[in-house]
């Protein structure tokens, strides 16, 4: 007897274990009762979740999920299927071989769907595995009927969208003179839709807006909680006037397009000023607008609401309240150092203390605290700024970041004459500040005099509390990880995905930090120019928690996941290759 492609799927589910026989009767019983989607019975009733499912679909299949979002669909294909069609099957038209039109599918075990659409088009279907999500951005993009109906879109999807006009389409050759660009910026509908982006970039909690130009219309993206979310996509006709109008917000220079401009400027919205830092960057098909949002109702200057371990946090505080000497917070672009010196400066700030800082800009304005905001292009670089500073009379200084041995010889220096210097640093762990500095031309005695720790920065997203559930890991993999199982599996806690957290089971963010404090053993090795290995081992052995070690006991606790630890500390801390 021959199988159906349905019947040989649901046998495979069986024989695998993947599904028992008797839910695949009761799913098939609720089906022929109420219709609908198998798929969707299978898991509205519990019996496998939909990650489980698409994946399960994928291997058996052999085709692996596509991500709808990174694929270019030709619009011929998009013609040969109505977007009422597509809507009412969720599926998508990809490409077209032949006699063969290659499907997307949520629901690939939906027969009746391929056999409607196979009379439809008159091709053979062939269908490959994507998300219900995936689906839905698709025919949102590539189902509306003009360039205005797109826009219109975007301007539903978010708040305040009542009553815009479009412009008239123009091409970037008709708007090359200032004049234009200028009166095009000011136009209502390119206001609305600038202020529109803006506005959601604030709503989503993002840190970052990106602008991108591409062939055919403008990629938007959101950087939420560390990861970059797409958003709706407005026609190309509308970058000029998008990027115009915010170049005008920033003082920019509207007419240059050729050199890289960087700038900021304030909104209010829902009645609280928030600061954007843009910068716009030419490349070959138009200028890239990058925004990062610096929201003050979002900032946590709180040392103990950081999410930092109580060793590390206590380390922290009493390195903070020496008179004199260095602290130094590493970590790559975006993982929180500033708000982290920001916390350490409202915990020691007081009416006592004479506290500047010189910034690259300035992100948040604290009361009570100088701040200076350098200006490399007039001559006011880090380091100029310091030798003035120093002649403030200063107690507390904050330096924005050390980038030259200019700069960190005037920090140390200030540290050994009885000033509290805080910076950053870009190396990826505490002890490969050691190296970083020397490599800088920091004679390691001066670091052993001046600095009294250093601490490694990462953010992790944080399980959603709304769809937070808990699963077993199997203790050899648990094992692997550095996590005592004793022979049993260990329970761990991830995100299912839902509306509050747009479906990626994360919410929000906490920080991890190592922390290492130069005790005399450190100081020793540091003296004899050790190897970075030599001063972590050493540094370890005295009780200092890694970040990957830190972070595996925010996933035992049920704040983060496994695999965002892993993501995003160093692959030298694999516990398990030690």
Same mark, same amino acid.
Not at 214 to 228: A, F, H, I, K
Not at 251 to 257: F, G, H, K, N, V
Not at 296 to 306: M, R
Not at 427 to 446: D, Y
């Given at each position: 007897?021959?199988?159906?492609?349905?019947?040989?799927?649901?046998?495979?589910?069986?024989?695998?274990?993947?599904?028992?026989?008797?839910?695949?009767? /009761?799913?098939?019983?609720?089906?022929?009762?109420?219709?609908?989607?198998?798929?969707?019975?299978?898991?509205?009733?519990?019996?496998?979740?939909?990650?489980?499912?698409?994946?399960?679909?994928?291997?058996?299949?052999?085709?692996?999920?596509?991500?709808?979002?990174?694929?270019?669909?030709? %619009?011929?294909?998009?013609?040969?299927?109505?977007?009422?069609?597509?809507?009412?099957?969720?599926?998508?038209?990809?490409?077209?071989?032949?006699?063969?039109?290659?499907?997307?599918?949520?629901?690939?075990?939906?027969?009746?769907?391929?056999?409607?659409?196979?009379?439809? /088009?008159? *091709?053979?279907?062939?269908?490959?595995?994507?998300?219900?999500?995936?689906?839905?951005?698709?025919?949102?993009?590539?189902?509306?009927?003009?360039?205005?109906?797109?826009?219109?879109?975007?301007?539903?999807?978010?708040?305040?969208?009542?009553?815009?006009?479009?412009?008239?389409?123009?091409?970037?050759?008709?708007?090359?003179?200032?004049?234009?660009?200028?009166?095009?910026?000011?136009?209502?509908?390119?206001?609305?839709?600038?202020?529109?982006?803006?506005?959601?970039?604030?709503?989503?909690?993002?840190?970052?807006? =990106?602008?991108? %130009? =591409?062939?055919?219309?403008?990629?938007?993206?959101?950087?939420?909680?560390?990861?970059?979310?797409?958003?709706?996509?407005?026609?190309?006709?509308?970058?000029? %006037?998008?990027?115009?109008?915010?170049?005008?917000?920033?003082?920019?220079?509207?007419?240059?397009?050729?050199?890289?401009?960087?700038?900021?400027?304030?909104?209010?919205?829902?009645?609280?000023?928030?600061? *954007?830092?843009?910068?716009?960057?030419?490349?070959?098909?138009?200028?890239?607008?990058?925004?990062?949002?610096?929201?003050?109702?979002?900032?946590?200057?709180?040392?103990?609401?950081?999410?930092?371990? @109580?060793?590390?946090?206590?380390?922290?505080?009493?390195?903070?309240?020496?008179?004199?000497?260095?602290?130094?917070?590493?970590?790559?672009?975006?993982? $929180?150092?500033?708000?982290?010196?920001?916390?350490?400066?409202?915990?020691?700030?007081?009416?006592?203390?004479?506290?500047?800082?010189?910034?690259?800009?300035?992100?948040?304005?604290?009361?009570?605290?100088?701040?200076?905001?350098?200006?490399?292009?007039?001559?006011?670089?880090?380091?100029?700024?310091?030798?003035?500073?120093?002649?403030?009379?200063?107690?507390?200084?904050?330096? $924005?970041?050390?980038?030259?041995?200019? /700069?960190?010889?005037?920090?140390?220096?200030?540290?050994?004459? #009885?000033?509290?210097?805080?910076?950053?640093?870009?190396?990826?762990?505490?002890?490969?500040?050691?190296?970083?500095?020397?490599?800088?031309?920091?004679?390691?005695?001066?670091?052993?005099?001046?600095?009294?720790?250093?601490?490694?920065?990462?953010?992790?997203?944080?399980?959603?509390?709304?769809?937070?559930?808990?699963?077993?890991?199997?203790?050899?993999?648990?094992?692997?990880?550095?996590?005592?199982?004793?022979? @049993?599996?260990?329970?761990?806690?991830?995100?299912?995905?839902?509306?509050?957290?747009?479906?990626?089971?994360?919410?929000?963010?906490?920080?991890?930090?190592?922390?290492?404090?130069?005790?005399?053993?450190?100081?020793?090795?540091?003296?004899?120019?050790?190897?970075?290995?030599?001063?972590?081992?050493?540094?370890?052995?005295? #009780?200092?928690? /890694?970040?990957?070690?830190?972070?595996?006991?925010?996933?035992?606790? $049920?704040?983060?996941?496994?695999?965002?630890?892993?993501?995003?500390?160093?692959?030298?801390?694999? =516990?398990?290759?030690?």
């Amino acid at each position: 007897m021959i199988l159906s492609l349905k019947e040989k799927i649901l046998k495979i589910f069986v024989d695998k274990n993947l599904l028992k026989e008797a839910d695949l009767k /009761t799913a098939l019983k609720a089906q022929r009762e109420k219709g609908g989607s198998l798929s969707d019975i299978l898991v509205e009733m519990g019996f496998i979740s939909r990650d489980e499912l698409m994946v399960a679909l994928s291997q058996e299949l052999g085709i692996p999920p596509i991500n709808l979002s990174r694929y270019k669909i030709d %619009p011929n294909v998009i013609k040969l299927i109505s977007k009422k069609i597509a809507k009412r099957y969720q599926i998508m038209p990809i490409s077209k071989m032949s006699n063969t039109l290659v499907v997307a599918m949520v629901d690939p075990l939906n027969i009746f769907a391929i056999d409607d659409i196979k009379a439809m /088009t008159g *091709f053979n279907i062939s269908p490959i595995i994507t998300t219900d999500r995936n689906i839905k951005e698709a025919i949102n993009q590539y189902y509306e009927d003009s360039a205005y109906t797109a826009i219109e879109k975007i301007v539903d999807d978010m708040k305040d969208s009542g009553g815009i006009s479009m412009i008239e389409e123009r091409s970037s050759q008709d708007l090359e003179s200032a004049s234009q660009l200028a009166n095009v910026a000011q136009d209502a509908p390119v206001v609305k839709i600038t202020n529109l982006i803006l506005a959601e970039g604030v709503n989503c909690r993002s840190s970052d807006i =990106l602008i991108e %130009p =591409l062939d055919n219309e403008v990629r938007v993206r959101y950087r939420v909680d560390g990861v970059l979310q797409d958003a709706k996509r407005p026609p190309k006709a509308f970058h000029n %006037p998008i990027v115009s109008r915010l170049k005008v917000m920033a003082s920019l220079d509207i007419a240059e397009r050729r050199l890289p401009q960087d700038g900021r400027f304030k909104v209010r919205l829902h009645g609280r000023e928030v600061d *954007f830092r843009i910068s716009v960057l030419p490349s070959s098909k138009g200028e890239k607008v990058a925004l990062r949002i610096l929201d003050k109702s979002q900032a946590t200057l709180d040392l103990d609401k950081l999410g930092f371990d @109580k060793k590390s946090l206590e380390e922290i505080r009493k390195g903070a309240m020496k008179p004199h000497g260095m602290i130094l917070i590493c970590g790559p672009t975006g993982c $929180g150092k500033t708000t982290t010196l920001y916390s350490i400066l409202e915990y020691i700030n007081s009416p006592e203390d004479n506290v500047i800082t010189v910034e690259d800009p300035v992100e948040y304005i604290i009361d009570g605290i100088n701040q200076v905001t350098a200006r490399p292009s007039i001559g006011l670089t880090f380091a100029s700024a310091l030798r003035s500073i120093l002649r403030q009379d200063p107690d507390i200084i904050m330096i $924005g970041e050390i980038r030259d041995f200019e /700069t960190v010889d005037i920090a140390i220096k200030a540290a050994l004459t #009885g000033h509290l210097v805080l910076s950053t640093l870009h190396t990826t762990t505490a002890p490969g500040s050691v190296t970083r500095l020397i490599n800088m031309g920091v004679e390691p005695f001066l670091m052993t005099s001046s600095i009294i720790l250093v601490g490694a920065q990462r953010l992790v997203r944080k399980i959603c509390a709304n769809c937070k559930e808990p699963y077993e890991l199997d203790a050899e993999i648990a094992e692997s990880y550095g996590i005592k199982a004793l022979g @049993k599996k260990v329970t761990l806690y991830k995100g299912k995905g839902c509306e509050v957290c747009r479906k990626t089971g994360y919410k929000g963010r906490v920080a991890l930090i190592e922390i290492l404090t130069l005790t005399p053993k450190i100081k020793e090795l540091i003296l004899k120019s050790a190897q970075e290995y030599e001063i972590s081992d050493t540094a370890r052995a005295e #009780g200092m928690r /890694t970040l990957r070690e830190n972070g595996i006991a925010l996933a035992l606790d $049920g704040i983060t996941t496994l695999d965002e630890v892993v993501r995003v500390t160093v692959g030298d801390q694999d =516990l398990g290759a030690e």
